[in-house]
């Protein structure tokens, strides 16, 4: 598809950061009456939530419904999406997504779906994305977000979403009613959570939500590259994606997203430029995450939460990724301060078992973007130091999953079925990016290994990303499990005085390709 004139030239392109192409395109669009440009987006003269744009709350803004001329008894919501706040043993987030502007979105919430009786008010956060003649029309979209404080632990929560002319708790519209569970006070004695990446929108995609949903599980875990609105993923000619891909993405995650808490990071195919100069307007409009707080910019991919037993961090690997700069430097070194920090608070935590981190580029990896050095440099030091135990990335779209490393070297082999101590053996590493993307493969060569087809183990000859955003091969022995195919990763939490991960990796069909066990206690 040719670029319109008005774009970005690629060879410019490939010399400039995220910031410098908005800036770019700002100044450009800024010539073109007929647009609404990223750069009055990102100065606050439209809303674009906290994208340095303006949220409207409540009835703050009853030029809404004039706005869309559409009365709210013909506007329906779509795309309910869970999050939980700070503390998930008190703390949910609502947001959603409606075609057109209205009055006073509103979350109604209660202990029984005939009896919705508190009432929520919604800010709405909304995105206006330019025209590209010839490639795309303009687009409005609107998300309402609620906050739900004050909830009680490990308990059942009934909600429906709302407007003026459109009210959950009427006799016909109750079948719109979801709900959601709060953590338990008090850690269960096993539970379990669900993780992939990259998924997108298509028939892969939806039947891993489906078996997703059939684990049950306490959340959800989204290692980046969400939608896939911008196709190209390389912080470059992000002026030519398709946002109404979100919309279709939030209907069909809605059967899942709606009661498990859908947790996601920020891939290199999430950042935007239209909407705020790092290409993270978009996430923060969408999502309702925990804030950091190390970033009062926003970074909607880094953030904590503790559930049970186990501490969760996730991370931007945008920010410290050589094969990808985009927003390498993005946070100034802040986010890895603040991981080091985290990490030393959660493993001090008497009630802390476990260690989960997750984020988009791969740390160990043979498959197409292979490993990124950058990751490596920043942060590998840190797991080892306080003994993460399990480490969840996305990026390539295959499974592969790791023996138990230290220092960038197999401290022991984990074949499937086996079991580690990450206090004893180190950190295992799995690549869960079969959400539903396009598949990738391994180098030529490379066979296959997994659960009821596993090879004889034998180096595998690859590469990771170096500074110069350059390729330096590397003969590696730690890759245990590949499977090319769709899958997600099921891992159930095992209380007690050996607490334990049992890991399962499977397909959609439910047949599982790799298993092991990570143990605390010996």
């Known amino acids: 598809m040719d670029i319109p004139d008005f774009g970005i030239p690629p060879t410019l392109a490939a010399r400039m950061s ?9 100044l450009r669009l800024s010539r073109r009456r007929t647009l609404v ?53 008190s703390q949910m987030r609502i947001s959603w997504q409606v075609p057109f502007a209205v009055r006073r979105p509103y979350v109604r919430v209660g202990l029984r779906p005939d009896d919705l009786d508190r009432r929520i008010p919604a800010e709405v956060r909304d995105l206006r994305t330019p025209e590209l003649a010839g490639v795309r029309p303009p687009a409005e979209q609107y998300y309402p977000h609620a906050a739900l404080d004050g909830l009680r632990p490990g308990t059942t929560y009934y909600y429906g979403v709302g407007h003026d002319g459109f009210d959950p708790a009427a006799h016909g519209l109750r079948p719109t009613v979801a709900s959601f569970r709060t953590a338990p006070a008090t850690p269960p004695e096993s539970f379990v959570f ?111 939460f503790r559930y049970g037993g186990v501490g969760v961090v996730a991370l ?45 580029h791969c740390a160990h990896s043979t498959s197409t973007h292979a490993s990124d050095g950058g990751v490596r440099a920043a942060w590998l030091p840190l797991f080892a130091t306080h003994q993460v135990d399990l480490v969840i990335n996305g990026h390539n779209h295959v499974y592969e999953r790791t023996d138990a490393i230290r220092d960038g070297e197999a401290v022991r082999a984990v074949p499937v079925g086996g079991s580690t101590d990450p206090a004893r053996d180190g950190t295992v590493y ?46 590696v022995g730690w890759s245990r499990v590949r499977y090319r195919g769709f899958s997600l990763l099921r891992v159930e939490v095992r209380a007690g005085a050996r607490p ?21 206690g010996g």
């Open 18 to 26: 995220m910031a410098e192409q908005h800036e770019y395109l700002r």
């Open 316 to 360: 931007d690997a945008n920010d410290v990724s050589y094969e990808l700069p985009a927003n390498l430097g993005h946070s100034d070194g802040r986010q890895t301060a603040w991981l080091e920090r985290t990490l030393k608070e959660l493993r001090a935590a008497r009630d802390i078992d476990f260690v989960v981190v997750f984020f988009h």
């Open 430 to 475: 799995v690549t869960a990016g079969g959400g539903g993307r396009d598949l990738y493969g391994f180098p030529d060569g490379v066979k296959e290994s997994y659960e009821g087809n596993v090879a004889p183990h034998e180096p595998v000859d690859t590469f990771r990303w170096t500074t110069s955003g350059g390729r330096k091969p590397e003969t």
């Open 194 to 304: 669900t993780a992939f990446g990259d998924q997108g929108v298509g028939d892969g995609a939806a039947a891993n939500d489906r078996l997703l949903l059939r684990q049950n599980p306490a959340f959800h875990l989204h290692a980046g590259d969400i939608c896939y609105a911008d196709d190209t993923g390389r912080g470059r000619k992000s002026d030519l994606f398709d946002a109404s891909e979100w919309d279709r993405y939030l209907r069909q995650t809605e059967p899942v997203a709606r009661s498990v808490p859908w947790m996601v990071t920020t891939g290199n195919h999430d950042m935007e430029a239209w909407y705020s100069p790092d290409g993270y307007g978009g996430q923060l409009a969408r999502f309702s995450l925990p804030d950091s707080g190390f970033d009062p910019r926003g970074t909607p991919g880094a953030y904590t």
């Open 500 to 520: 334990r991960l049992l890991v399962s990796a499977l397909t959609p069909g439910g047949e599982r390709v790799d298993h092991f066990e990570v143990r605390r």
């Open 37 to 89: 440009t990223a750069g009055a987006v990102a100065g606050g003269l439209l809303t674009g939530g906290c994208a340095g744009g303006r949220s409207t709350k409540d009835d703050a803004s009853p030029s809404h419904s004039a706005m869309s001329g559409v009365s709210g008894s013909a506007v329906a919501p779509f795309g309910r999406h869970l999050a939980f706040g700070a503390d998930p043993t």
